[in-house]
């Protein structure tokens, strides 16, 4: 192996740079002798972990290790340089050069080294009795040199938060390294258990049709002059393939949608996607608890959590098996927690109706329920007040209304807080209220209207939102989370469809309904048996058979009970959704439905948010190898990027001219 | 559970078909009853595998069985129906039904029946003394009926081949889902064989940055004017994850391309990706011919087949380890076979150049080689010849020159044959040369020219093509394979570099160069060691680390060695490639090459095209379940499709305006 160290003591500054490549005139051909031994390197190496397990087989031997410069080499003597290797696994050993075969080197140079293994001298460890190890170096080849960026950016190595153009940087660290490793543990094991009950996974295509109803959808010019769409899920594929024959499918599907990337969003995510045929949502909800359960039953303890999920009680309970698994109505999770997504890991604040006190809303018929969130022993002052929970009743985080919020601070507001909401609804009988509510001073209650319990379709209610709002703050959580732990709950018994919401609203406090409607989830839900009957005439008030898997607030994943029957299909697009070009849009579907298709029902799960949650990470950002950003560029490969006119031109379109695109042309 | 039986005997018809439903005008609404009974069946079941494996404890017990009618039932006599049951698993059985309950029923009904097993009577079994097994039927529920395209399909299923728009009811066949199964099986073998090598699964984007230069790829339009594409291949973002510290990577990846899909191909597709780090094209060979050797041998026998490949003879031999598998140079493939992908299935059917015999082609001089193909005892008479030979040498068939073919059916042909070809090559010493080939009466000689052996950028040949040809044909295939097993071979060495191919050219017989590079494979493959130092004035004399794997010619995979230090490969980019925008294109490969990426090699393989040669299949729409026509379109849902302007309105594009586009808008 050709010795990379006598051409290092020539003094040769081997250190390259984009910004030297971009300003060198002509260009210097790269020296062959260095290049070369770039490639040239031992294949059998060893690791930190191998010899400091087995250090008494290893001391003094040669040693051939391969990794990086974790910090720039530190000159301490005359000739004495210390340098940290940082092996393919992350692991780090000392390395101590007298030689001089550091000299030139940098951080994140990547190298192979050789020496020998050595016991630090006992003053020089910082374990105590624990034997430290080192490693002497008698050569170095380096495989590349590092730029001086990862040099400038030192300190964002010891926070771990890199500029995202430096993604590639970010990824050395073990931390990110681990991240990317469980989740190909956590797929492994998925697909494993799915295995086991007999899953086939089965590819479906992501270039599809074009439906311009319901969500944005990437469209994709072909030269022909139409345009394929990718496919925000593998929906009806995988309703045909269990037409076609199939029982047991799933997939780990790739799913796009051009949304705002508000909230956590990636125009580009993973599902993993299954479908039964003979089956039902019983079936699936089996499967997925079990799933679920068996997931972070194996992966939860490495970030100290386990599953919860609540008693009948409403109390919080370990999950030991998938059955455990709670199972909240639509209806509960809307009017205990004012929205269908609750976090539960606060299970005991709650929103509560004066229904039972005869108090009504009169602001909006529609909206007849007031109800309440009390929170007591909150406040200690006006100024306490407004510092922690006025600012939770900001318009810019409400869809809609604001709910009215009154500290109770005095003997009058303990007696008259109610007036604060006159402008909302009427308290016939205060005394009595406020024997049954008992607000002490310190306490403070929020009010707001919403939808009769049985049609409740503003999502989250006013009440619902602010609840959310407080557990997003410091202060809400340490007053209300009961637990550290992941607490799960499935939503069932949603309304099937639901109205559309008006675009132009005339009061913008309140929604206001089209007189059409939409699917709750989408069109292909099949609903309830008891509320079959009801279907023709009061859509409105007919549940759906859909099962929404919600954690901390988050809704993971949600499948639903197919409408095998085309000719219920069929009734549903054109008759209760109104959809005039179904068959031009669904033919397919209700064609292979209309062959023989068997029962059958499925589930989609989000992968990286699954698994951003296993881990205990905020977002799916930490879980993909090269995520976008909030508005959908690639800050590393600077994407999407602007094309010449004459790229379009094959495929018969053209930029819309304006004085902006003479740049882009 | 409700009995479906009994709404049977009212003698309603329940056929659903499309057409009816298009034709009715008021839409009536689907019968509460009969709707709501193919929702609730039973959720334990058997199948036939199942009771006929324990036949003895199942006879005369209640079984239900999910599953279609695979053909009309047959009305036998007055009270007696007989029906064949297909279940999931797509095996059959037989049904007996004295009760009229398959009275409506239909091909492709979908059903839950309940019976009693019964051995059927001796006389009526078709298998001599082998028990065969009927059930007599108690119960039905008709889960879904089926309208009558499988009944006007029925001469579709015996031979499998349906018009594609009943994709769905071709996956019913057992045949299709067990190649959907096996595919599955074989995906899991893959990702535990590269478990086990500690290769990680990550998932990388599709959504990436547009590269006009090179195979047209798909743009996705975004709000933002800009555009992303779809990616043709992980290779940017997986060189950026070795760069970022991942060792082994692996994904199955889905890939897009819009060329023009002529020679099965779709416009996405899946390969298995895989990288090294600190590693280079010996580690990935050796991992993939054990990869291939374990596929094949675990996976071919199935399919009557197993691997082959040539020992250093040229002689075919079998494979027992991945390291038998032959590496061919790309010298000896363009010579003897005149393809970079040969078909070694007829090892025997090769090339010679006359060279030896100072035989040289004088028609271009940058194409001195003459060479030709003998064809030994394989034509009777001239008319004989026209038949199977002279069509083989059709100007459609061939990118530049046809071969000339003379066959030798008299003496004089005998003597004078190389006559035939005196436009393309001068003949010294005929005698001389007579005596070496030894030509028979009922032989035949195709000869014709190419570049000499160190500069054969001609791919294929003519006679290379012409081989392919032959190959193709039965007659072709009987004279020359000499196995019905898979022979595979690994192609190296390839040139680096190619000029590129002019395309106006004026004379149409041989391919024209332009004073332009262009990566033979891609511009990120290695130069060999022992040519580096013709890099800089000799770029087309070098070979690149580059491994192609062939099989029965067809390449299934490639890959190289990486240039992993940034100077050299901004080399290549702009000085030898001349590539003016390769920061720009590029920047980001290179940001993450300068900071201390190691060594690293990779390769990928086309898993369908894998997958399809593995079981024997043509085409690798066999092993898609929703394969597109050779023209994109899928005919099962009819994408592509027109979208209306102001659906692009938002992607600030439109169409170009032509009188052709008023039918879209």
């Known amino acids: ?30 020296n062959k002798e260095l290049t070369k031994t770039k490639f040239i390197f031992d294949k059998n190496t060893h690791t930190v972990e191998q010899i400091t397990n087995n250090a008494n087989s290893f001391e003094n031997s040669n040693i051939v290790i391969n990794g990086w410069l974790e910090k720039k ?49 006992k003053a020089a460890s910082s374990n105590g009795n624990v034997k430290e190890y080192e490693i002497k170096l008698s050569d170095i080849n380096v495989l590349n040199s590092s730029n001086e960026k990862p040099a400038q950016l030192k300190d964002q190595k010891l926070s771990g938060i890199y ?31 799915l295995d086991k009950e007999n899953f086939v996974e089965i590819e479906t295509p992501t270039l599809f049709k074009p439906t311009p109803e319901g969500a944005r959808e990437f469209l994709v010019p072909t030269r022909s002059g139409k345009f394929y769409a990718l496919t925000q899920s593998p929906q009806q594929y995988k309703q045909m393939l269990i037409a076609g024959g199939v029982t047991r499918y799933f997939q780990l599907a790739r799913c796009f949608r051009d949304e705002d990337m508000r909230k956590d969003r990636q125009p580009e995510f993973t599902q993993l996607d299954l479908e039964m045929g003979f089956a039902n949502g019983e079936d699936i909800m089996y499967l997925i608890q079990n799933l679920i359960c068996e997931t972070w039953s194996k992966f939860a303890p490495l970030s100290n959590k386990q599953l919860m999920t609540l008693n009948n009680s409403g109390k919080l309970k370990d999950v030991n098996s998938g059955s455990d698994i709670y199972r909240m109505t639509y209806k509960e999770a809307m009017t205990k927690y004012g929205i269908d997504k609750p976090d539960l890991r606060a299970p005991n604040l709650k929103i509560m109706s004066l229904r039972e006190f005869n108090i009504h809303s009169y602001q909006n018929l529609d909206f007849p329920i007031f109800e309440v969130i009390i929170i007591r022993n909150a406040v200690k002052s006006k100024e306490d007040y407004n510092n922690h929970w006025a600012r939770l ?38 005394i009595l209220l406020n024997k049954s509510l008992r607000l002490q001073k310190g306490d403070v ?88 009957d009801n279907l023709r005439e009061h859509p409105l008030q007919v549940r759906g058979q859909h099962y929404d898997f919600v954690m901390n607030g988050v809704e993971l994943g949600g499948g639903s009970t197919r409408v095998h029957d085309p000719e219920l299909q069929d009734f549903i697009f054109e008759n209760i959704l109104k959809i005039s070009n179904a068959k031009e849009l669904f033919g397919h579907l209700l064609e292979a439905l209309a062959m023989g298709a068997p029962p059958h029902a499925g589930f989609a799960i989000g992968f990286e948010r699954m698994c951003a949650m296993l881990f205990g990470r905020e977002s799916i950002r930490d879980v993909l190898a090269f995520p976008k950003s909030v508005s959908g560029v690639d800050l590393v490969v600077k994407s999407p990027a602007f094309v010449e006119q004459d790229v379009l031109k094959p495929y018969n379109i053209q930029y819309i001219p304006s004085k902006k695109n003479s740049e882009a042309n």
């Not at 590639?168 to 989740?183: A, D, E, H, N, T």
């Not at 919403?450 to 997003?472: A, C, K, M, V, Y």
Request: overall charge positive.
């Open 163 to 193: 500029p995202p153009e430096y993604r590639v940087l970010q990824l050395r660290l073990p931390s990110q390294q681990l991240l990317l490793k469980r989740k190909n543990e956590v797929s492994k094991l998925l697909r494993n258990l």
């Open 393 to 430: 009743l900001q318009k810019d985080d409400y869809s809609n209304r604001v709910p009215i919020g009154v500290p109770i601070l005095s003997d009058a507001d303990q007696t008259n807080w109610f007036n604060s909401f006159s402008e909302v609804a009427t308290f016939e009988n205060p």
């Open 445 to 532: 209650i929020f009010g707001s209207s919403r939808e009769s319990d049985s049609s409740i379709f503003e999502n989250p209610t006013p009440l619902g939102r602010l609840r959310q709002l407080i557990l997003n703050t410091p202060k809400g959580q340490e007053l209300f989370y009961e637990t550290k732990n992941d607490v799960a709950t499935w939503v069932v018994d949603f309304p099937l469809f639901s109205p559309v919401v008006s675009e132009n609203k005339k009061m913008t406090n309140y929604p206001e309904y089209e007189n059409k409607l939409c699917s709750t989830h989408h069109p292909f839900t099949m609903v309830k048996l008891d509320d079959y």
């Open 1 to 30: 192996m050709l010795s990379y160290s006598r051409l290092l003591r020539s003094g040769r500054n081997f250190h390259t740079s984009i910004q030297s490549l971009q300003h060198s005139g002509s260009f210097v051909f790269p």
């Open 73 to 121: 080499p530190k000159k301490i003597g005359k000739n004495l340089i210390f340098a940290t290797l940082r092996d393919t696994n992350g692991d780090t050993i000392q390395l101590v050069d007298s030689e001089s075969l550091l000299k030139y080197r940098n951080v994140e140079d990547v190298v192979q080294i050789r020496g020998k293994l050595s016991a630090k001298r």
